[in-house]
């Protein structure tokens, strides 16, 4: 069975074309609903992802006239997106997703019908000044988070660490269903500090290339002594009168936002998190590796840490076991 994903998020999307679960062609365009969100039109997005299909299907050498089976996650499914779906309410796992993708036709994109799954929002009352904490919502971590249930056999509960622009940590209970996610802005702080504020000068407009452990545990322990914002500025003291590498600096600020990220999953109220949660830490190296050392040095944390493996593909994998459990593949 020949299989296209989609993954659209805020900027990009990500096409993948398979069959069964063999990898055969991918494609990438730099669109996403910000697209929509600036200038009103899906047409910049349908665009993009209809080329993007296309150079899949092209690249596979998929047969004309084979039946395809299209799968799609993400900000795609968003009022800014190209098929609106309403968030489902957590706690909702693997069944729920399932049941909840909806199908829709998009001639632009293909003939065939496209599955897309739902987001999940931690809970339905009234948003407030005094709840609105406890508020938050996924589009496309939802199905990576199946995608780390389904390939790494975790059993709940769990905490999910997704890394990124804004990182998703993403609660599962012991029925394996997403219970709740606390989402942080962490990514594009580190982006704006390291690029856009005095610190440019002296991390050279660079981010960490690797850990050095005691440099980012040295800024995540002042961020907790003396808070975010006076732990950055300490990066141009060390490098004013300091003799630390550029990488040492960069690692000081990373310690101290990832550590502020940490301090809000142990103090949200969106969901539950104790001490005891095994903790599974996914996305690129340096940030998957930065997370699961101050983990292991936070004597809070007494859980398990997975790392999960590089080069693997969680919203795929999350979308082929709800097309599955839907018996759509």
């Known amino acids: 069975m020949y299989i296209i994903t989609i993954d659209t998020g805020t900027t990009n999307t990500r096409v993948c074309a398979w069959q069964d679960t063999r990898l055969l062609a991918e494609a990438a365009r730099p669109v996403g609903v910000r697209d929509t969100a600036i200038s009103g039109s899906t047409e910049t997005l349908m665009r993009g992802v209809s080329e993007a299909v296309q150079d899949v299907l092209s690249q596979a050498r998929i047969p004309a006239g084979e039946k395809v089976v299209y799968l799609s996650a993400g900000m795609i499914t968003s009022n800014v997106g190209l098929c609106e779906i309403p968030h489902l309410l957590a706690p909702a796992g693997l069944d729920e997703l399932a049941q909840g993708m909806v199908s829709a036709h998009l001639p632009a994109i293909t003939d065939e019908p496209v599955w897309f799954v739902p987001g999940i929002r931690n809970h339905n009352a009234p948003v407030t000044l005094d709840n609105a904490e406890q508020m938050d919502m996924m589009r496309g971590e ?32 012991a029925q394996n269903r997403i ?36 440099s980012l545990m040295q800024g995540a322990n002042q961020c907790l002594t003396t808070g975010l914002s006076r732990t950055c500025f300490s990066v141009r003291v060390l490098d004013m009168f300091g003799e630390l590498t550029l990488n040492q600096k960069a690692n000081v600020l990373l310690g101290a936002v990832l550590q502020d990220d940490l301090q809000a999953v142990k103090n949200s109220k969106a969901f539950t998190v104790t001490p005891d949660t095994h903790v599974i830490v996914c996305g690129k190296d340096t940030l998957k590796f930065a997370f699961a050392t101050l983990i292991d040095n936070d004597p809070w944390f007494t859980g398990k840490i997975t790392i999960a493996p590089a080069n693997r593909s969680l919203s795929s994998s999350g979308l082929f076991a709800m097309a599955s459990r839907r018996q759509i593949i």
């Open 142 to 173: 939802e199905t990576e988070a199946i995608g780390v249930l389904a390939s790494l056999d975790i059993a709940g509960p769990a905490l999910i660490i997704l890394p990124g622009s804004h990182s998703k940590f993403v609660k599962i209970d």
């Open 179 to 214: 219970e709740g996610c606390v989402t942080t802005i962490g990514g594009e702080m580190l982006d704006v500090i390291t690029r856009h504020t005095i610190l440019a000068s002296s991390l050279n407009l660079q981010f960490a290339s690797e850990i050095d452990a005691p």
